[in-house]
């Protein structure tokens, strides 16, 4: 019974990726220096892909996901946006990725994700600056 409603979770949310999904264009950074600000990679060319947005609004869970000292609550803190990645046989992800938003040109930056063995990622992307090179 359990894999039926994993196998319905799947489906669902594949089907509202596709509905809801925004396109995206991936932009591999250079891993020459860690100390370095980011820089596009030269050697690896953009790619094309969708992505799922959508920020957590049960502020609730995120003060209990990250508790203060005494108990206090967290105020004043802004949502993290996450995003469902398609997932691109033979191209690269990696945290540190730029991640452009097509329809609006709004730029996120990777900072962590997570594979959920159906083809996506689930990304924290924070709103970043427009690479320089671009």
């Not at 019974?1 to 396109?23: D, P």
């Not at 802004?78 to 997932?87: E, H, K, P, V």
């Not at 930056?109 to 671009?134: C, N, Q, W, Y």
């Amino acid at each position: 019974m359990a894999n039926l409603f994993e196998r319905l979770a799947a489906v669902s949310r594949q089907t509202a990726e596709r509905v809801h999904g925004k396109a995206v264009r991936i932009y591999p950074i250079s891993g020459d220096d860690p100390n370095a600000r980011p820089r596009l990679s030269e050697t690896e060319m953009p790619y094309d892909t969708s992505a799922l947005f959508f920020e957590n609004t049960m502020m609730e869970s995120e003060a209990r996901s990250q508790p203060l000292a005494g108990g206090s609550r967290l105020l004043g803190r802004s949502l993290q946006r996450t995003a469902s990645i398609r997932l691109v046989d033979g191209m690269p992800l990696r945290t540190g990725f730029f991640v452009e938003r097509l329809d609006d040109g709004e730029f996120f930056t990777i900072e962590s994700f997570d594979p959920d063995g159906l083809g996506h990622v689930m990304a924290v992307v924070p709103s970043a600056k427009r690479p320089s090179s671009l």
